[in-house]
């Protein structure tokens, strides 16, 4: 049974940072593209950032460009999303997400983790 399991969400205020975790299991990591999504009620998932299968490419989203950074660890089966210059902006549910192959900024990704929430206060 493939698991997702994201971690190290909280309150942060605006400026701070943290770094989100995926801890995976059921799977060979190293054979997915790996994502991260975010989600606020009531709307649509947003893509922030992903990476290929070996960690050598990423992609992010505009709004995180420069303050994310999406890392993995084949050996350990997890992946980190170090977020900083946080804003009351990023403030949702954050989820992973692995998929197939190669990476996509849509979320047709076929695991997903339950979320992790991430509140920023201003």
């Known amino acids: 049974q493939v698991q997702l399991v994201e971690s190290g969400g909280g309150l942060v205020q605006a400026g701070g940072s943290l770094r989100l975790s995926c801890a995976a299991s059921?799977?060979?990591?190293?054979?997915?593209?790996m994502g991260w999504f975010r989600q606020l009620p009531m709307k649509e998932r947003e893509f922030v950032a992903a990476?290929?299968?070996?960690?050598?490419?990423?992609n992010y989203a505009d709004s995180v460009k420069g303050r994310f950074a999406i890392s993995r660890d084949n050996a350990k089966n997890m992946v980190y999303l170090q977020m900083n210059s946080l804003k009351p902006e990023d403030t949702a549910v954050y989820y992973c997400?692995?998929?197939?192959?190669?990476?996509?900024?849509?979320?047709?990704?076929?695991?997903w983790g339950q979320g992790t929430q991430v509140t920023v206060s201003s």
């Open positions: 990476v290929d299968l070996r960690g050598g490419g990423t």
């Open positions: 059921g799977l060979t990591l190293r054979n997915y593209a």
């Open positions: 997400a692995a998929r197939w192959g190669l990476v996509s900024r849509t979320p047709d990704y076929l695991y």
